[in-house]
Protein backbone atom coordinates (compact mmCIF):
# COMPACT_ATOMS: atom_id res chain seq x y z
CA UNK A 1 0.00 0.00 0.00
CA UNK A 2 0.99 3.59 0.11
CA UNK A 3 1.18 3.89 3.44
CA UNK A 4 3.24 1.06 3.41
CA UNK A 5 5.81 2.45 1.00
CA UNK A 6 5.79 5.86 2.81
CA UNK A 7 6.93 4.09 6.29
CA UNK A 8 10.06 1.82 4.30
CA UNK A 9 11.18 4.85 2.61
CA UNK A 10 11.20 7.06 6.07
CA UNK A 11 13.17 3.93 7.49
CA UNK A 12 15.83 4.12 4.72
CA UNK A 13 16.50 7.73 4.64
CA UNK A 14 17.11 7.16 8.45
CA UNK A 15 19.79 5.00 8.70
CA UNK A 16 21.37 6.99 5.74
CA UNK A 17 21.36 10.00 7.61
CA UNK A 18 23.09 7.94 10.51
CA UNK A 19 25.74 6.65 8.34
CA UNK A 20 26.37 9.89 7.19
CA UNK A 21 26.63 11.57 10.39
CA UNK A 22 28.94 8.84 11.97
CA UNK A 23 31.04 9.47 8.99
CA UNK A 24 31.34 13.02 9.55
CA UNK A 25 31.85 12.73 12.84
CA UNK A 26 35.44 10.16 12.41
CA UNK A 27 37.47 13.12 11.16
CA UNK A 28 35.88 15.92 13.59
CA UNK A 29 37.44 13.56 16.19
CA UNK A 30 40.71 13.31 14.88
CA UNK A 31 40.79 16.77 14.51
CA UNK A 32 39.92 17.63 17.80
CA UNK A 33 42.70 14.71 19.53
CA UNK A 34 45.74 16.24 17.73
CA UNK A 35 44.36 19.82 19.01
CA UNK A 36 44.30 18.51 22.71
CA UNK A 37 47.15 15.96 22.70
CA UNK A 38 49.43 19.04 22.44
CA UNK A 39 47.32 20.48 25.54
CA UNK A 40 47.57 17.99 27.30
CA UNK A 41 51.71 17.06 26.93
CA UNK A 42 52.22 21.02 27.90
CA UNK A 43 49.50 20.23 31.25
CA UNK A 44 52.18 17.81 31.87
CA UNK A 45 55.35 19.48 31.45
CA UNK A 46 53.69 22.47 33.45
CA UNK A 47 53.50 20.28 36.74
CA UNK A 48 57.16 20.19 36.58
CA UNK A 49 59.18 22.47 38.84
CA UNK A 50 62.02 22.94 37.02
CA UNK A 51 63.68 25.66 38.82
CA UNK A 52 63.68 23.58 41.96
CA UNK A 53 64.34 20.00 40.31
CA UNK A 54 66.01 17.56 42.18
CA UNK A 55 65.34 13.68 41.07
CA UNK A 56 65.73 11.89 43.64
CA UNK A 57 64.78 7.99 44.37
CA UNK A 58 61.98 9.40 46.87
CA UNK A 59 60.73 11.46 44.68
CA UNK A 60 61.10 9.77 41.29
CA UNK A 61 57.51 8.85 41.27
CA UNK A 62 56.11 12.19 41.73
CA UNK A 63 58.32 14.31 39.14
CA UNK A 64 57.42 11.54 36.39
CA UNK A 65 54.27 9.35 36.33
CA UNK A 66 55.24 5.64 35.67
CA UNK A 67 51.78 4.82 34.62
CA UNK A 68 52.08 6.73 31.46
CA UNK A 69 55.44 6.22 31.03
CA UNK A 70 55.78 4.15 28.09
CA UNK A 71 52.92 6.68 26.35
CA UNK A 72 55.35 9.37 26.29
CA UNK A 73 58.33 7.64 25.06
CA UNK A 74 58.64 5.17 22.76
CA UNK A 75 62.25 3.87 21.70
CA UNK A 76 61.38 0.76 19.97
CA UNK A 77 62.15 2.86 16.64
CA UNK A 78 65.43 4.14 17.73
CA UNK A 79 66.76 0.66 18.56
CA UNK A 80 69.23 -0.52 15.87
CA UNK A 81 68.93 -3.50 14.46
CA UNK A 82 71.50 -6.65 14.88
CA UNK A 83 71.83 -9.58 13.09
CA UNK A 84 73.85 -12.24 14.81
CA UNK A 85 75.74 -14.66 12.94
CA UNK A 86 76.59 -18.78 14.01
CA UNK A 87 79.37 -19.17 11.65
CA UNK A 88 83.26 -17.61 11.99
CA UNK A 89 84.38 -15.79 8.92
CA UNK A 90 86.16 -17.63 6.34
CA UNK A 91 89.53 -17.28 6.38
CA UNK A 92 91.32 -15.76 2.91
CA UNK A 93 93.87 -18.78 3.52
CA UNK A 94 92.83 -22.14 3.98
CA UNK A 95 96.68 -23.11 5.03
CA UNK A 96 95.89 -20.74 7.89
CA UNK A 97 93.36 -22.90 9.53
CA UNK A 98 95.32 -25.46 11.92
CA UNK A 99 94.89 -28.74 11.80
CA UNK A 100 93.31 -30.65 14.76
CA UNK A 101 95.31 -33.47 14.03
CA UNK A 102 98.79 -31.45 14.02
CA UNK A 103 97.99 -29.65 17.02
CA UNK A 104 101.16 -29.31 19.61
CA UNK A 105 100.56 -32.03 22.80
CA UNK A 106 100.91 -30.32 25.89
CA UNK A 107 104.22 -30.59 27.62
CA UNK A 108 104.62 -33.02 30.26
CA UNK A 109 106.83 -32.07 33.39
CA UNK A 110 110.31 -33.65 33.80
CA UNK A 111 111.12 -34.82 36.89
CA UNK A 112 113.63 -32.93 39.08
CA UNK A 113 116.98 -33.77 38.77
CA UNK A 114 118.54 -35.73 41.54
CA UNK A 115 121.78 -34.48 40.32
CA UNK A 116 122.60 -32.73 43.64
CA UNK A 117 121.40 -32.54 46.86
CA UNK A 118 118.26 -30.17 46.97
CA UNK A 119 118.61 -27.52 50.16
CA UNK A 120 115.25 -26.25 51.65
CA UNK A 121 113.93 -22.98 51.23
CA UNK A 122 115.77 -20.38 53.83
CA UNK A 123 113.85 -19.85 56.77
CA UNK A 124 113.15 -16.50 57.80
CA UNK A 125 114.55 -15.37 61.13
CA UNK A 126 112.39 -16.12 64.21
CA UNK A 127 111.69 -13.04 66.60
CA UNK A 128 113.35 -13.03 69.72
CA UNK A 129 111.60 -16.09 72.44
CA UNK A 130 110.37 -12.59 74.58
CA UNK A 131 108.84 -11.11 71.56
CA UNK A 132 107.28 -14.70 71.08
CA UNK A 133 105.88 -15.06 74.33
CA UNK A 134 105.20 -11.44 75.32
CA UNK A 135 103.72 -8.81 73.27
CA UNK A 136 106.95 -6.47 72.13
CA UNK A 137 105.36 -2.77 70.82
CA UNK A 138 108.74 -0.53 69.94
CA UNK A 139 110.81 -1.20 72.75
CA UNK A 140 108.72 -1.84 75.39
CA UNK A 141 108.08 -5.94 76.31
CA UNK A 142 104.51 -6.73 77.97
CA UNK A 143 104.77 -10.19 79.61
CA UNK A 144 101.77 -9.42 82.19
CA UNK A 145 100.06 -12.74 83.26
CA UNK A 146 102.05 -15.20 80.88
CA UNK A 147 102.83 -17.76 83.71
CA UNK A 148 106.14 -16.64 83.25
CA UNK A 149 108.94 -18.45 85.72
CA UNK A 150 111.99 -16.46 84.83
CA UNK A 151 113.10 -13.40 82.87
CA UNK A 152 112.48 -14.12 79.35
CA UNK A 153 115.47 -13.11 76.58
CA UNK A 154 114.92 -9.19 75.76
CA UNK A 155 115.76 -7.34 73.02
CA UNK A 156 118.93 -5.78 72.97
CA UNK A 157 116.86 -2.02 72.60
CA UNK A 158 114.39 -2.87 75.22
CA UNK A 159 113.39 0.40 77.29
CA UNK A 160 110.44 -1.00 79.07
CA UNK A 161 109.79 -4.22 80.90
CA UNK A 162 106.50 -5.04 82.41
CA UNK A 163 106.57 -8.73 83.76
CA UNK A 164 103.55 -8.41 86.27
CA UNK A 165 101.31 -11.44 87.72
CA UNK A 166 103.34 -14.37 86.84
CA UNK A 167 105.57 -17.01 88.90
CA UNK A 168 109.20 -15.54 89.25
CA UNK A 169 111.08 -16.98 92.04
CA UNK A 170 114.35 -15.16 91.09
CA UNK A 171 116.38 -12.52 88.97
CA UNK A 172 119.48 -13.65 87.59
CA UNK A 173 122.48 -11.53 86.82
CA UNK A 174 122.50 -12.69 83.65
CA UNK A 175 118.92 -11.81 83.02
CA UNK A 176 119.47 -7.83 82.06
CA UNK A 177 123.11 -8.69 80.62
CA UNK A 178 123.86 -5.86 77.95
CA UNK A 179 120.34 -4.34 78.14
CA UNK A 180 122.00 -0.90 78.37
CA UNK A 181 119.13 1.49 77.74
CA UNK A 182 116.23 -0.15 80.06
CA UNK A 183 115.03 2.29 82.08
CA UNK A 184 112.06 0.02 83.61
CA UNK A 185 111.54 -2.95 85.38
CA UNK A 186 107.83 -3.30 86.69
CA UNK A 187 108.07 -7.18 88.71
CA UNK A 188 104.60 -6.42 90.34
CA UNK A 189 102.79 -9.65 91.91
CA UNK A 190 105.47 -12.15 91.60
CA UNK A 191 107.20 -14.94 93.72
CA UNK A 192 110.49 -13.58 93.84
CA UNK A 193 112.41 -14.11 97.18
CA UNK A 194 116.09 -13.74 95.72
CA UNK A 195 118.07 -11.89 93.44
CA UNK A 196 121.38 -11.40 92.60
CA UNK A 197 123.63 -8.77 94.11
CA UNK A 198 124.86 -7.20 90.88
CA UNK A 199 120.88 -8.09 89.17
CA UNK A 200 120.02 -4.28 88.56
CA UNK A 201 123.42 -2.53 89.31
CA UNK A 202 124.97 -2.52 86.22
CA UNK A 203 121.67 -0.99 84.06
CA UNK A 204 123.25 2.65 83.61
CA UNK A 205 119.84 3.74 82.10
CA UNK A 206 117.52 2.20 84.94
CA UNK A 207 115.31 4.56 86.80
CA UNK A 208 112.45 2.76 88.09
CA UNK A 209 112.46 -0.44 90.04
CA UNK A 210 109.00 -1.90 90.75
CA UNK A 211 108.73 -4.84 93.14
CA UNK A 212 106.23 -4.93 94.77
CA UNK A 213 104.32 -8.00 96.12
CA UNK A 214 106.80 -10.61 96.29
CA UNK A 215 108.56 -12.10 99.01
CA UNK A 216 112.18 -10.71 98.71
CA UNK A 217 114.50 -10.73 102.37
CA UNK A 218 117.00 -8.32 100.96
CA UNK A 219 117.62 -5.27 98.29
CA UNK A 220 120.12 -5.94 95.92
CA UNK A 221 122.60 -3.10 95.34
CA UNK A 222 120.70 0.18 92.69
CA UNK A 223 122.69 1.60 90.16
CA UNK A 224 122.80 5.75 91.00
CA UNK A 225 120.73 6.75 88.05
CA UNK A 226 118.09 4.92 89.79
CA UNK A 227 114.78 7.92 90.54
CA UNK A 228 111.86 5.64 92.10
CA UNK A 229 112.40 2.56 94.21
CA UNK A 230 109.19 0.34 95.05
CA UNK A 231 109.31 -2.70 96.92
CA UNK A 232 105.99 -2.55 99.29
CA UNK A 233 104.17 -5.63 100.39
CA UNK A 234 107.71 -8.27 100.44
CA UNK A 235 109.57 -9.57 103.57
CA UNK A 236 112.73 -7.23 104.17
CA UNK A 237 114.03 -6.62 107.39
CA UNK A 238 116.48 -4.08 108.05
CA UNK A 239 119.28 -6.40 107.82
CA UNK A 240 118.31 -7.39 104.71
CA UNK A 241 119.15 -3.72 103.59
CA UNK A 242 122.92 -2.59 102.88
CA UNK A 243 124.71 -0.31 104.71
CA UNK A 244 123.90 3.09 103.54
CA UNK A 245 121.88 1.16 100.65
CA UNK A 246 120.93 4.57 99.37
CA UNK A 247 123.64 7.62 100.02
CA UNK A 248 124.97 7.53 96.87
CA UNK A 249 121.70 7.35 95.30
CA UNK A 250 122.19 10.99 94.44
CA UNK A 251 118.80 11.15 92.11
CA UNK A 252 116.42 8.94 94.12
CA UNK A 253 113.23 10.71 94.89
CA UNK A 254 110.80 7.80 95.73
CA UNK A 255 111.83 5.05 98.28
CA UNK A 256 108.58 3.14 98.92
CA UNK A 257 109.15 0.42 101.48
CA UNK A 258 105.67 0.24 103.40
CA UNK A 259 104.81 -2.99 104.53
CA UNK A 260 108.12 -4.95 105.05
CA UNK A 261 109.75 -6.02 108.35
CA UNK A 262 112.08 -2.78 109.35
CA UNK A 263 113.68 -2.01 112.54
CA UNK A 264 114.82 1.21 111.48
CA UNK A 265 114.71 3.72 109.12
CA UNK A 266 117.44 3.35 106.70
CA UNK A 267 119.83 6.32 106.67
CA UNK A 268 121.66 8.63 105.30
CA UNK A 269 118.86 9.39 103.44
CA UNK A 270 120.04 11.77 100.05
CA UNK A 271 118.92 15.12 99.48
CA UNK A 272 117.36 14.36 96.14
CA UNK A 273 114.27 12.42 98.15
CA UNK A 274 110.99 13.96 98.47
CA UNK A 275 108.39 10.69 99.33
CA UNK A 276 109.50 7.99 101.69
CA UNK A 277 107.03 5.58 102.58
CA UNK A 278 107.42 3.08 105.39
CA UNK A 279 104.36 2.71 107.13
CA UNK A 280 103.12 -0.71 108.11
CA UNK A 281 106.43 -1.98 109.67
CA UNK A 282 108.51 -2.57 113.06
CA UNK A 283 110.07 1.01 113.64
CA UNK A 284 110.18 1.78 117.24
CA UNK A 285 112.81 4.55 117.12
CA UNK A 286 114.51 6.98 115.60
CA UNK A 287 117.92 9.25 115.68
CA UNK A 288 117.83 13.16 115.71
CA UNK A 289 120.48 13.01 112.22
CA UNK A 290 117.79 10.58 110.89
CA UNK A 291 116.50 13.17 108.94
CA UNK A 292 118.12 16.90 109.57
CA UNK A 293 121.87 17.43 110.35
CA UNK A 294 121.58 18.42 114.25
CA UNK A 295 124.73 20.12 113.87
CA UNK A 296 123.18 22.75 111.31
CA UNK A 297 119.89 24.36 112.20
CA UNK A 298 119.99 26.44 109.37
CA UNK A 299 119.33 22.98 107.20
CA UNK A 300 116.18 22.60 105.15
CA UNK A 301 114.90 20.19 103.14
CA UNK A 302 112.37 20.88 100.92
CA UNK A 303 112.02 18.27 99.10
CA UNK A 304 111.39 16.03 101.51
CA UNK A 305 107.60 16.68 101.51
CA UNK A 306 105.88 13.36 102.34
CA UNK A 307 107.50 11.18 104.91
CA UNK A 308 104.92 8.56 106.19
CA UNK A 309 105.58 6.34 109.34
CA UNK A 310 102.10 5.83 110.55
CA UNK A 311 101.11 1.71 111.35
CA UNK A 312 104.90 1.64 112.94
CA UNK A 313 105.06 1.18 116.89
CA UNK A 314 107.18 4.31 116.95
CA UNK A 315 105.98 7.33 118.61
CA UNK A 316 107.41 10.46 116.81
CA UNK A 317 106.46 12.84 119.63
CA UNK A 318 109.34 11.36 121.44
CA UNK A 319 111.69 12.79 118.58
CA UNK A 320 110.69 16.84 118.34
CA UNK A 321 114.59 17.39 117.35
CA UNK A 322 114.49 15.30 114.50
CA UNK A 323 111.80 17.15 112.32
CA UNK A 324 113.02 21.11 112.57
CA UNK A 325 114.66 20.96 109.00
CA UNK A 326 111.63 19.58 106.98
CA UNK A 327 108.80 21.22 105.52
CA UNK A 328 105.75 18.98 107.07
CA UNK A 329 106.10 16.68 109.77
CA UNK A 330 106.13 12.79 109.76
CA UNK A 331 102.55 11.46 109.38
CA UNK A 332 102.26 8.77 111.99
CA UNK A 333 101.79 8.48 116.29
CA UNK A 334 102.55 11.61 118.26
CA UNK A 335 100.91 10.33 121.78
Known amino acids: TLAGCRMWTLAWLGIASLYLEAAWAVPAQEERRKVEKPKADLALYENLDLDNYDLTLDNYGEILDLNNYEELYDYSDLAPKIEVGTLAPRPKNPAAVPNPGTMAETPKLQPPTTAGPVRPAPIPPQGLPSCLLCLCIGTSVYCDDADLEHIPLLPPETTYLYARFNRIGTIRASDFTGLKKL ?111 SQDHSQIRRALEDIRLDGNPINLSLFPNAYFCLPRLPTGRFF
Open 183 to 293: KRIDLTSNFISWADVDAFRLLPSLQELILPENRLTALPELPRSIIRLDARLNRIPSTGLQPEAFRDLKQLQFLHLSDNQLDYIPVPLPESLRSLHLQNNNIQTMHEDTFCN
